[in-house]
T-cell receptor, first 115, second 112 residues
């Protein structure tokens, strides 16, 4: 099967700094990508998504970059805050023509923000 | 809140017990999912229901039995579980292809 993975299992940043979380995928047919945030004791929450016809998409304090050439996805968090501490997952969808949003998840990166 | 609720939030059961997990979505979605989340592993998709019909079963042991009586409710019936089945069980729903899935808070299951 296809794999979605993360380069680093943990990331520690100082409050106020920018964070970059990376993700690699192997299915060149993937056309939709999502970043989720999972806080302790909660289910994953949607952060931002991007389709394969885009290279960059910005949200509030977050930016997702997609490099289809090297099959790489990144999530940038500006001015990281303690509330950003969580596990971040990337997920990809490659079910072309499917009626379902079947997602493949990476292992997750634990982001820790220290004062 | 994401619009997806799960009960119970925590469950401890013995290997001979029978229990059920419940999920309800208030989003009008047409697909629902069960995932298993174990420590240090990616989310594992267990079952997918579309329009109340099971369309995917990822080689899940028969001791897990899903049920989807309508598009808003999803159950996971558990019987004769093993300690290695202890995990966080997450329910999600979505609408259409290539759309985000909304997750519930999960049920933390411990099998003794």
């Amino acid at each position: 099967g296809e794999s979605v993975g993360l380069h680093l299992p943990t990331l520690s940043v100082q409050e106020g700094d920018n964070s970059i979380i990376n993700c690699a995928y192997s299915n060149s047919a993937s056309d939709y990508f999502i970043w989720y945030k999972q806080e302790s004791g909660k289910g994953p929450q949607f952060i931002i998504d991007i389709r394969s016809n885009m290279d960059k998409r910005q949200g509030q304090r977050v930016t997702v970059l997609l490099n289809k050439t090297v099959k790489h996805l990144s999530l940038q968090i500006a001015a990281t805050q303690p509330g950003d501490s969580a596990v971040y997952f990337c997920a990809e969808n490659s079910d072309r023509g499917s009626t379902l949003g079947r997602l493949y998840f990476g292992r997750g990166t634990q982001l820790t923000v220290w004062p | 809140e994401t619009g997806v609720t799960q009960t119970p939030r925590h469950l401890v059961m013995g290997m001979t017990n029978k229990k059920s997990l419940k999920c309800e979505q208030h989003l009008g979605h047409n697909a629902m999912y069960w995932y298993k989340q174990s420590a240090k592993k990616p989310l594992e998709l267990m079952f997918v229901y579309s329009l109340e019909e099971r369309v995917e079963n990822n080689s899940v042991p028969s001791r897990f039995s899903p049920e989807c009586p309508n598009s808003s409710h999803l159950f996971l019936h558990l019987h004769t579980l093993q300690p290695e089945d202890s995990a966080l069980y997450l329910c999600a729903s979505s609408q259409g292809a290539g759309s985000e899935q909304f997750f519930g808070p999960g049920t933390r299951l411990t099998v003794l």
